[in-house]
T-cell receptor, first 116, second 112 residues
Framework: NAGVTQTPKFQVLKTGQSMTLQCAQD?????MYWYRQDPGMGLRLIYY???????DKGEVPNGYNVSRLNKREFSLRLESAAPSQTSVYFC???????????????FGPGTRLTVL | QKEVEQDPGPLSVPEGAIVSLNCTYS??????FMWYRQYSRKGPELLMY????GNKEDGRFTAQVDKSSKYISLFIRDSQPSDSATYLC????????????FGSGTQLTVLP
């Protein structure tokens, strides 16, 4: 039981390059999330997917796209990377029923991205 | 103004000390209050959560929520070097909304 896995662990890009961050979970969770973490800013939600086939914007979606490939996988794409996208990216998942609740989120180990 | 404010520290204490970590918030709709622990170069993991007001205890950890003051706290008793991490508070509205709003985190170091 691996939980939430993310690839790659590290990446260096040049301005304008594109890349896709991959995330997979094996806990049969229906909701998945992408966050970025910057010093002094905490975790900020980029996009989330409440269930397979749906995606919604979070707090900071500009410059990113997402794909919920199936129930297990949720990818984040940077079409034209900018230095402002240098950050640590975390994927998370949760089992979120329609009744709400605390929505405990389980996080992956993160991807450290540097854009030069 | 951020919805959730958290003193970033860093906070350094000797082993065995009682640690108090705090967050304030502005959104009255928050009903679930969580504390995540994040070790260096790792993802956050849920430590404990509280629904609405009151206290919750789990071993050496106690979470307190004062909704009238919009203030939450995490107390760590008999702190250990293994408690050295960044602690993030997070909050959620009741109902079907899934989004969590995080504080910026407090970096704690417990010195042996």
């Amino acid at each position: 039981n691996a939980g939430v896995t993310q690839t790659p662990k590290f990446q260096v890009l040049k301005t304008g390059q594109s890349m896709t961050l991959q995330c997979a979970q094996d806990m049969n969770h229906n909701s998945m999330y992408w966050y970025r973490q910057d010093p002094g800013m905490g975790l900020r939600l980029i996009y989330y997917s409440a269930s397979e086939g749906t995606t919604d914007k979070g707090e900071v979606p500009n410059g990113y796209n997402v794909s919920r490939l199936n129930k297990r996988e949720f990818s984040l794409r940077l079409e034209s990377a900018a230095p402002s996208q240098t950050s640590v990216y975390f994927c998370a998942s949760s089992f979120s029923g329609t009744s709400g609740g605390a929505n405990e989120q389980f996080f992956g180990p993160g991807t450290r991205l540097t854009v030069l | 103004q951020k919805e959730v404010e958290q003193d970033p520290g860093p906070l350094s204490v000797p082993e065995g000390a009682i640690v108090s970590l705090n967050c304030t918030y502005s959104n009255s709709a928050f009903q679930y209050f969580m504390w995540y622990r994040q070790y260096s170069r790792k993802g956050p993991e849920l430590l404990m959560y509280t629904y609405s007001s009151g206290n919750k205890e789990d071993g050496r950890f106690t979470a307190q929520v004062d909704k009238s003051s919009k203030y939450i706290s995490l107390f760590i008793r008999d702190s250990q070097p293994s408690d050295s991490a960044t602690y993030l508070c997070a909050m959620k509205q009741t109902g079907s909304a899934r989004q969590l709003t995080f504080g910026s985190g407090t970096q704690l170091t417990v010195l042996p």
